[in-house]
């Protein structure tokens, strides 16, 4: 499916003072054409496919150098989008790769790149199929070893096999369907039973790659943590205590931390991102009045909240009230801090018992929350589809159930017909073998730029 256009895109990451090269890429018809107009390359360096040239970038003038630059030209179909493809590798940064991706903008025929408009050529011109696709913006965004992992797996073509051959199963039993519809007076009688058998098959074998889905969707999105208490119970100490460093500031003054911190963090292969919360309290200062207004934010974002209460105190009315205001149907822990402490004299119903201050209890602490949150599990998962796939997978599994109904009704076989391919088709959504526009834009908007 060949191209009228050629775009271009920074194709690696870009911030100011990091990376020591960024590549620019161009992919379509204009592409090698454009990068001989931009490009000068010194003496009689040979212009073939998939070979590394050496040259300067020069303005339209053809006067000033801009940067100095290695070219990589890879011709039609052996390139990632199987257009032909030319790779600018520049010096990194920001100024030095802007000024660069400007002047290949200023070429006749070549605009800015949509996201994830390479891997969308990529599919069409049959180069990747769609799961592979994802699995490499997926590869791209990952926060933990665990996610590279699971989008390894899908990159490898696990998700594409499987459900391929899901869907191949689901293909026979309609082409015998379709048969009986047509010619039954001539064929052999086909055993209902057998058939329901086979289909309900299918769909345990969806319900359970839908599981898996979900048990690693921890670990590929990673979860938002709140820590919230009452002033001085040890949020921010616990904050250090999880992230190995001294994020916040830990004092013995009440209302400390004023504002919402955030920490990035892995326990288990699991991305978590703590929020030290300010202390929820009465209070007239107009500084801690907005840090506690961000805290009670944050208990509506959050996967999971950690109540941390003074363990040594005891339970209080103003804990009970603070446990009242977490959402409903937001997982809570009940975290009882300071466990190197005698007990207060009001026992503290807590889920766990640490302490912040010599480590005690925190592996407990770990497997709770990521039991809490149903990702306790998710380390025995090797293959997770995503949430578009886990809604398609879905949707088959439902029209097959509808099948059982059918069979009760003792229907003929062209009802049966028409649950089977609607869950065809959405797993052919899945691997991109029903291939729509709408499927295509919802898919790639939500890639980077670059890929």
């Not at 590279?148 to 869907?167: H, N, P």
């Not at 670990?219 to 938002?224: I, P, T």
């Not at 830990?250 to 919402?260: I, K, S, Y």
């Given at each position: 499916m060949?191209?009228?256009d050629?775009?271009?895109?920074v ?26 107009s ?10 073939a ?19 100095e ?11 990632f ?6 790779e600018?590798h520049?010096?990194?940064g ?8 400007e ?11 949509l996201?994830g408009?390479?891997s969308?050529?990529?599919?069409l ?20 070893r ?43 009688p ?9 289909l ?9 790659l839908?599981?898996?889905?979900e ?5 590929r999105s990673?979860l ?6 009452r ?16 994020r ?10 004023r504002?919402?911190?955030e920490?990035?963090?892995v326990?288990?292969?699991?991305p ?17 009045q907005l ?16 109540l941390?209460?003074?363990?040594h ?6 804990d009970?009230?603070?446990?009242d ?9 009940v ?29 407990a ?5 990521l ?7 998710a380390?025995g ?16 599994a ?5 099948s059982?109904?059918?069979?009760a009704?003792h ?37 980077c730029?670059?890929?």
């Amino acid at each position: 499916m060949a191209s009228t256009d050629t775009i271009a895109s920074v194709a690696t990451a870009v911030a100011a003072g990091q990376g020591g090269i960024a590549v620019i890429r161009l992919s379509g018809p204009a592409a090698e054409a454009t990068g001989r107009s931009v490009v000068r390359c010194p003496g009689n360096q040979t212009w073939a496919s998939h070979r590394i040239l050496y040259g300067h970038v020069i303005d339209r003038t053809g006067q000033k150098r801009i940067d100095e630059v290695l070219l990589l030209l890879m011709r039609a179909p052996r390139s990632f989008t199987g257009e032909d493809v030319v790779e600018i590798h520049c010096h990194g940064g920001v100024i030095a790769v802007q000024q660069v991706l400007e002047r290949v903008l200023e070429e006749p025929g070549v605009r800015r790149a949509l996201p994830g408009e390479f891997s969308q050529r990529a599919v069409l011109n049959g180069r990747l199929d769609l799961t592979r696709a994802e699995a490499i913006s997926e590869l791209v965004a990952a926060r933990s070893r665990r996610a590279a992992d699971l989008a390894m797996a899908g990159l490898d073509g696990g998700v594409q096999t499987r459900i391929s051959a899901l869907r191949e199963r689901l293909l026979d039993q309609l082409t015998e369907l379709e048969a009986r519809v047509d010619f039954e007076e001539d064929l052999p009688p086909l055993d209902g039973k057998a058939l329901l058998a086979a289909l309900q098959a299918v769909r345990q074998e969806l319900l359970a790659l839908v599981a898996d889905g979900e048990r690693g969707e921890a670990l590929r999105s990673g979860l938002r943590v709140a820590l919230v208490g009452r002033p001085n119970v040890g949020k921010s100490s616990l904050l250090n205590r999880l992230s190995r460093r001294e994020r916040a500031i830990v004092t013995d003054l009440p209302g400390t931390t004023r504002d919402l911190l955030e920490s990035e963090i892995v326990l288990e292969g699991v991305p978590i991102t703590l929020l030290d919360t300010a202390g929820i309290r009465s209070t007239k200062d107009a500084v801690e009045q907005l840090g506690i207004a961000r805290s009670e934010e944050a208990l509506a974002s959050a996967d999971v909240v950690l109540l941390v209460v003074d363990g040594h105190a005891g339970w209080t009315a103003d804990d009970a009230a603070l446990m009242d205001r977490i959402p409903a149907g937001v997982p809570r822990l009940v975290v009882a801090n300071k466990s190197d402490l005698p007990a207060g004299l009001f026992a503290t119903p807590a889920d766990v018992r640490l302490s912040a201050l010599d480590g005690s209890g925190e592996e407990a602490l770990v497997q709770a929350l990521l039991q809490r949150c149903g990702a306790a599990d998710a380390d025995g998962v090797l293959l997770a589809l995503n949430q578009r796939q886990r809604d398609l997978a879905g949707l088959a599994a439902e029209a097959l159930a509808r099948s059982q109904e059918v069979a009760a009704q003792h229907l003929p076989w062209d009802f049966w017909t028409i649950d089977l391919r609607e869950a065809i088709r959405a797993l052919g959504e899945i691997t991109g073998e029903e291939l729509t526009e709408a499927v295509l834009d919802r898919v790639f908007s939500r890639f980077c730029i670059g890929k």
